[in-house]
């Protein structure tokens, strides 16, 4: 796998100087997360290119339809979402934002069987939107 070609520009933006995202600076839950990441060599997906939806336009709108939506939505949306996170909201996908990169990503224990782990391409994108301040 390669190194993540802005993990050095990320680094110094979010966790040093902390002027990423643009909403203001991570919590210091998203901050651990984050380095841990970084620490780890912030891989990515051995040089394969990820799908245009996940790569071109990563949007609020894209990490829902194209990342929970196939993995998450079945049980964490209305009109009972498990444990109240309810993944259609962009206000609480934004306030759980920390646990959920946690539990996907980096302990990989959600989504629960049946459903399959996010892929590489998967956490990349929703990696990116976080460090792009999640945009709508």
């Known amino acids: 796998s390669s190194t993540y ?24 839950g998203e901050a651990q997360i984050l380095g841990a990441w970084l620490a780890q060599g ?25 990342i929970f939506e196939k993995k998450c939505l079945d049980c964490h949306s209305p009109p009972r979402p ?3 996170l309810d993944l259609t909201s962009l206000d609480t ?19 629960l069987p049946p459903f399959e782990h996010l892929t590489l391409e998967e956490k990349q994108a929703l990696g990116q939107w976080i460090a792009l301040g999640m945009p709508e």
């Not at 040089?47 to 609020?60: A, D, F, N, Y």
């Open 42 to 66: 912030a891989t990515r997906n051995g040089g394969t290119p990820p799908s245009p939806k996940l790569r071109e336009h990563i949007v609020w709108s894209t990490i829902r339809d194209e």
């Open 5 to 28: 070609p802005l993990a050095a520009q990320i680094q110094k933006a979010a966790l040093t100087d902390r002027t990423m995202p643009k909403g203001g600076a991570l919590s210091d």
């Open 82 to 84: 498990e444990k109240d």
């Open 93 to 111: 996908v934004k306030a759980k934002i920390g646990m959920i990169f946690d539990r996907s990503v980096i302990t990989q224990d959600m989504p």
